[in-house]
């Protein structure tokens, strides 16, 4: 009975935060604007926080020269996430299975010795959170948990390997438990794979990768 | 009707004493790896005893196996969580792991243990003691965001919403 009750208030503050953080009218892009300002605030915290949570790479130090073709890969990326904002866990998990063949199937040319061991950390990490996302199909929030790790990864294979696509780096600032989190997107309009049908286009453009 | 009943109970008995001769694995060891968790981070005792009771089992070398574990089919279902488990998170091998890998790892016992998917019920059902107790999931939780990242107002939420009557007084939204 306790135990009950616990859980309910842990799951109405929960909801609260998340309200909260959100403001309430969510279909309005005026509010989401306002929104974004309002978190502009905190955005110092999350810059740091990331830089304290992965090795993550500068993505401009990559100077235009590609190292491998990641199209295959940034596809099915992007058709994942693709399904994930449209909250569908099954379509998720059955392109995060392509995701992982053409992830396996990569390999990269001219790399020097430190790139080459970078990449395959990254790509040991890709697999297996693209391995999650598949394993469950009944799980969107553990499939969503897995795309922070793995937007990561996709962002810092880029920085390595380079593209020659005009992509968006995307930052959503309540994903990840109101810790942030961003994605790779190949358009301009804001996707939100974290947030789904809830909120689709709650995020901005932190960066242009050319 | 009644014979019918006889043979299947037959059939039952000798499928179970049967089972009893299934090959097992042994999952021990008794030396702690050089790699191993606590090596790689200053992990205080209280900390390490609830890793050791409640994730141990299934995620290190070296499973502490309870009487009954030597009876099938539980040993079978134990077997299968165990080599399930390690493959997952080693906890023996954590130091083996790369930084990326190990901030994912880290990140992914948060995650698991706030929506209680770990220990699992099928586990916790057979071995009540390995139960995570609601503060020691904060104590576990918060430790790894302390170890993770320098603490902002942020992360003490995420403790909040696991625990929000302790850590009501930081909820300032």
Redo the contacts between chains.
Sequence with gaps: MKKGN?KL??L???G??IV??CGNNNDSKDNNHENHEHQES?EH?HS??NH????ERDITSNNGEIKGDLTQVLNHYFSLNEQLVKDDASSAANVSEKLTASLKGFTGFGLSEDEQKEVD??M??AI??AEHISENADKI??QR?HL??LSI?VKDLIAIIGTSQKLYEDFCPMAN???GAIWISNKEAISNPYMGTKMPTCGKVNRIIN | MKKWLKKIAIVLVVILVGMQFIPTDVNQQEEIPKTDFRHVYNVPNNVMSILQTSCYDCHSNNTNYPWYSNIQPIRFLMDKHIREGKEELNFNEFGSYSDRRKKNKLKSIIGQIKDEEMPPLSYTFMHGNTHLLQEEKIKLIEWIINLKFKKTKKQILIIGAVMPITFSRHNHY
């Design positions: 616990l208030m842990s109405l503050i929960a609260g935060l909260g953080g905190m915290d740091l926080h304290g949570e992965t090795a950390e990254i040991e990490s297996e959170n929030d553990h948990e922070i790790s990864d438990d109101n810790n």
